[in-house]
């Protein structure tokens, strides 16, 4: 009955909702419909771009002492063309010329620009997806309707794009500024004015009518299947590809559920095992069925490695076919501009000859390796003192449990692990903020390698602070029970952790501490909820959501053999990972921007190193496993031979892994064939244009 | 004295080809003058390509039945400009109109056009390489000399590819053949008259003087540098490209070789045990220093596996400054015409939308799986009953000496290996027509795809001949002084067989048998040596000559280990093969003509997987080792802890693999900054262009 009530209130508000857009709407509209002239919007440059209705993209927030004579002359600079050194889009001042707000949308013509130099595909007449070519435009379905043509996401990059490639082509003084605020000649005129306190945020505007949309076919009932197409329409292929990455991952983790659920009901030495490790007495398991040669223990290994590497190789064709429906198959590599945080000496770069700042790679190798790996190090230092630390108390309370042996002196048994686990999680926050430090320290030129190294650093951190434990605890100390309890532990604490600080804070802070000052009525006008837009959190990115991912990953490819129920506990978590996610970058957070992406990147990389190190411990487990070590005591096997038998084991796998991922396609044919015709087609329509420049 | 004698034959030699070469040079030129008029040349097409010397550069050479209309009409469709359909090149007919031969050249235009369509880099005026642009082509340093421009192989190459690419407009039928010979539209030129019997080669042609020159530099005297610059203007990139890597792979053994002398020289131990593996008697080698804790065998090991990794990273960058200077950097991928061989039945090629053979790629699947692997297997299989040949001869020749127990038993010892080194090297010959044979059945599009099938097939089959004995007397019969007597008696016999099959035979052939056929004079006209040149046997290609140098990598990285003089054996054989290679390419074949590279291409991964290879193969030869097992016979080191050690550090020494590889970057950072300029060039070439299109 709550339910039912709760979608009608949803209803109820959505209709306001509509009422409310609507009639805002409308005024901007009416604003709009005189783009080409009068006041509101600025004018547009040429008349293709001459439309009814403007849709207001992105807002930009400007600082608390700008005058109106600074935001005229940036508004002008906005809507100037390019070839003057403007960033070709509308602006609009909001309410009035004095307000701290301009919104921007953008022309056509840009628009269309920026789809071929950022090498979007879009449908062609025919219906295949073709790279976008400014001159062949007219080939293109909806080329001349960009809310059909592009997608929102799209169009608010695009013009986020436009903005902080604006570079200033003399010195210039910034009219109502002080005379020591100066743009020099090729300035990254953005990143300059945000430095002045001029611009204090640029962000993309929320839909509410397409967000609601959105949310209902998302998270608001009970869905089995994303609307990714929509979410990629919304958000961007960026937050597209990571719902469909977690989508077709969370699908994926059904057969070794169903897997992990059997042989934990069927295979009575398992539940004994289990319960010897939660209750920590040492029950004999000699009773176990002599005729099982094959326990689920190694079931479950073997399969958890053929499992990982085809689930990986399957993802890179999902990925593939995704990439070519979202038009993002054959992004153009640009020579990128440096990254706003870069500094150095002003010099002539030897690739592009444009005078820009450089910095000697030798000065930053330095600093890498002088400074970001002690630091690195000494973190990894701190694991460990964890780890010890950790040792100790576990120690200590077995002890007390042996000499107490009360309910209370059992629930003690799991403090060490729940506070080590608090701790690693601590840890793991303080260390992404040192490494942002550190490679901003580092002071990467291009975003790419920015990333890659921010992403490189945490990843090292990360694999060792979640898995070095484990590792110990299975290589060095070869206690498999404690394993399980780890495992058990360490899955059931960190997803609660997550989930609550991921969602549930936020949460809180928005409704009881933002909230309070944002009630927004249907009546007020469209700039002030624009402007409480800016009032939202800025959304935190979605490394913490990968880094996570990639840990339950490790989990389960590399120890769930010892706890077959870690697929089961995965499933569960993820099906409501989905949700909250997606509840979170829908209400919680200002819209994120992103550029659109072609895959995962680095994550990809990262899976599939964790899908190999996978084999070396499950082979490592086998050995481990309960049945085989009996036979080693018993005297049936030497130690040795078994394992040598592991590494032959260990070394086929591999090949066979490798064979595997080289035997299934990384796209599937229909795509390679769409990519090549593609690839064939742009190539066809430069040879064309040279031929016509010639003749010409 | 002999020495000095031969060279001054040679320069007499050289003084009377010379004479000779101008002669009839001059003769041509005459011919060449009147290029853009009378007869001889056919006529050029536009005013810029008319000039006073015409170089032939390749030989087509007609079936025996051709009538002088047929050729006429050949080289008024050599003649004809590319948009009519003719190949834009120059022909002479020889010494008259009924002669079956038919000299091809090219004019500037086709060439510059070429020059782009391959993507080769050249001198821009600023010194710099650039990607070549046809629009640009007047700021490229002597663009407007060819023979300065392009090299020898350039030129070359260019006319066989407008010949290979020729493709009929309509459907044609050919004057002076019957009707049944025709050429339907879209139909492959070059190849449907090859299978018609009126072409029956088509070569290009050597240059005395230049070859001379070059034979002179690079293998008549003691040089210890190759002339590469040379060799890529006259034979091309691609052998270019094999020679280099033979001198960098050389040069690289320098230091395993001097290691392998030291260890052999100052360790007794190993001294010990290779006369005792020679002379078959079980001395005992408890003698030997108990200080030394770490034997020549472990150091050999490591030192083994690093060194792999290091020459691989290093010839990656050496690869891309060669590349760099020959100006194949930015290779054009182009979407290649099917290759000659392909067959199926006519249809609409998604990609291109050209109408072309098309073959479905199950049915590619269909024989890949049903016959190429059964007939892959199966000789497989005969390596395996080869092996076990060996073994029983091995063993019945045990018995001998055991029994007789004289010189010629001990003879007799070497006698199993030695026949089991010709057997396995007379499959490996059968084997490679057989892969030959499938890999034309498989039936591939793209002669990349071809050549890729080719070479795998080859390299699973080397790989198993090779060192499946090595292997199994390393891991399974754990006897090393039996694999040092194998791995001694392969490298020794092997380069003979191969020095003695691949040049000796030739030259033998070539001087003997076909030499008296061609007796040549001074006074000949040149007509006559471009025809003498088609008796020459074609070139075999390099596909031998990198199998050789890959078989010698796998022996010194997988199992030098155990011969410490290995490395020297092959530096002495390399120090001769360079110049037995470039005498038998120079002298003993018709000029081979190669499409330019950028790199080693299949070889080069080839390469890489054996150096992985070697790390597991090295780990385990660890654990062989006679001090080890000694200490383990004698209970300090339990088996089981001897085996976790090399398993540690075989992933250890992965590890530091994989790092070392990623940690040095794959071309010097100058090279970097060079290819990305060229990229950004090309790409703002390209935007201007557009730009200028939309403009006009």
């Not at 080329?143 to 082509?169: H, I, P």
């Not at 209750?279 to 326990?295: T, Y």
Request: net charge negative.
């Amino acid at each position: 009955m709550k339910r039912a009530g709760d979608d009608e209130g949803a209803q109820q508000q959505q209709q306001g909702g509509e009422a409310a857009g609507g009639k805002a709407q409308s005024k901007l509209s009416a604003a709009a419909a005189s783009a080409a002239s009068g006041p509101g919007w600025t004018k547009v440059s040429c008349p293709c771009c001459a439309s009814e209705r403007v849709e207001p993209l992105v807002l930009v927030k400007l600082g608390p002492k700008v005058g109106p004579e600074t935001k005229r002359w940036l508004m002008k600079l906005i809507g100037a063309p390019q070839k003057d050194g403007g960033a070709g889009l509308l602006a609009h001042p909001g309410e009035d010329a004095s307000g701290n707000i301009i919104v921007v949308s953008a022309p056509r013509c840009t628009l269309l620009r920026a789809t071929e130099e950022l090498g979007l595909c879009k449908s062609y007449h025919n219906g295949n997806m073709e790279a976008f070519s400014y001159s062949d435009r007219d080939n293109f379905k909806d080329s001349d309707n960009m809310e059909a043509f592009l997608t929102t996401a799209e169009r608010q990059y695009m013009v986020k794009y436009e903005l902080d490639g604006l570079r200033a082509q003399r010195d210039l003084r910034i009219p109502g500024l002080p005379d020591s605020c100066i743009l020099q000649n090729r300035d990254n005129i953005w990143q300059k004015l945000g430095s002045f306190g001029l611009i204090v945020d640029t962000f993309p505007l929320h839909e509410p009518k397409k967000l609601k949309e959105l949310s209902e076919a998302w998270y608001a009932g009970n869905q089995l299947v994303q609307p990714l197409d929509k979410v990629n329409e919304y958000f961007g292929s960026s937050v597209a590809f990571y719902f469909s990455f977690l989508d077709f991952y969370t699908w994926s983790l059904l057969p070794p559920a169903v897997l992990g659920l059997s042989i934990a009901y069927f295979s009575g030495e398992v539940q004994r095992e289990m319960l010897e490790s939660v209750s920590g007495s040492q029950a004999a398991d000699d009773q176990d069925d002599p005729g099982l040669v094959i326990s689920g223990h190694m079931v479950q290994a073997v399969f958890s490695m053929l499992w990982s590497t085809v689930v990986m190789e399957m993802w890179k064709r999902r990925s593939a076919s995704l990439s070519y429906r979202w038009g993002t198959l054959t992004l153009a590599e640009r020579f990128a501009e440096p990254r706003p945080g870069f500094h150095g000496d002003l010099g002539v770069n030897p690739v592009t000859g444009r005078v820009e700042p450089l910095f000697p790679e030798w000065q930053r190798d330095l600093r890498m390796a002088l400074v970001s790996v002690p630091v690195v190090g000494l973190f990894l230092g701190l694991v460990v003192l964890g780890m010890t630390c950790f040792y100790w108390g576990e120690a200590r309370v077995q002890q007390l449990h042996k000499d107490w042996d009360s309910l209370l002196s059992q629930t003690l048994l799991y403090v060490p692990s729940v506070l080590h686990i608090v701790y690693t999680n601590m840890l793991a926050t303080v260390y992404r903020t040192v490494a942002q430090t550190l490679t901003e320290y580092e002071n990467h030129r291009e975003e790419s390698a920015y990333e890659n190294h921010l992403t490189g650093k945490v990843l090292v951190f990360t694999f060792f602070n979640c898995f070095a434990v484990l590792f110990h605890i299975a290589f060095f100390k070869q206690d498999v029970p404690l394993l399980r309890k780890r495992l058990a532990s360490l899955l059931i604490v960190t997803q609660l952790v997550n989930q609550v600080t991921e969602v549930v804070i936020p949460f809180l802070v928005d409704r009881f501490i933002s909230a309070p000052h944002r009630t927004e009525t249907a009546d007020d006008p469209e700039e002030d909820k624009f402007r409480n837009q800016s009032t939202l959190p800025a959304f935190p990115g979605l490394f913490a959501e990968y880094i996570e991912l990639l840990v339950q990953f490790g989990y389960l490819s590399l120890f769930s053999c010892v706890f077959p129920l870690t697929a089961v506990l995965l499933l569960l978590n993820n099906l409501t990972e989905i949700r909250s996610d997606a509840y979170k970058i829908c209400r919680l957070f200002r819209k994120p921007c992103y550029p659109p992406v072609a895959n995962l990147g680095v994550w990809q990389i990262a899976f599939e190193v964790l899908s190999f190190v996978s084999v070396v411990s499950n082979c490592w487990l086998l050995v481990l496993s309960p049945r085989l070590q009996k036979r080693c005591q018993e005297g049936e096997l030497s130690s040795a031979n078994l394992l040598l038998g592991a590494v032959i084991v260990e070394h086929l796998l591999i090949l066979v892994k490798v064979i595997l991922a080289a035997l299934i396609p990384d796209e599937p044919g229909w795509i390679r064939k769409k990519r090549e015709h593609i690839e064939y087609t742009s190539m066809q329509a430069l040879r064309q244009q040279k031929l016509q420049t010639e003749e010409s």
